[in-house]
């Protein structure tokens, strides 16, 4: 994947943050802002999954339940 290159204008103590966190970890602050938004994007791939699933156990669980038993009989 090609480099894009962002302006991206944050205040002074989260830039501070940012290269202590970069430092702390040996890599370039880029990097590191790089890592923090994909984390953040599979959080909430995560949590979106998790709602699904909650939701069709909701609504389909009893279905799944009999379904399961049924195989297990």
């Given at each position: 994947m090609?480099?894009?290159h962002t302006h991206v204008e944050i205040d002074a103590?989260?830039?501070a943050l940012a290269r202590h966190a970069a430092e702390d970890r040996e890599i370039p602050v880029e990097q590191?802002?790089?890592e923090l938004v994909r984390a953040d994007n599979v959080?909430?791939?995560r949590e979106r999954f998790m709602e699904?699933?909650?939701e069709i156990?909701?609504?389909y669980g009893d279905i799944i339940?009999?379904?399961v038993g049924e195989e297990a009989a």
């Amino acid at each position: 994947m090609a480099d894009t290159h962002t302006h991206v204008e944050i205040d002074a103590e989260a830039a501070a943050l940012a290269r202590h966190a970069a430092e702390d970890r040996e890599i370039p602050v880029e990097q590191y802002l790089g890592e923090l938004v994909r984390a953040d994007n599979v959080v909430a791939a995560r949590e979106r999954f998790m709602e699904g699933a909650r939701e069709i156990l909701q609504n389909y669980g009893d279905i799944i339940d009999r379904a399961v038993g049924e195989e297990a009989a």
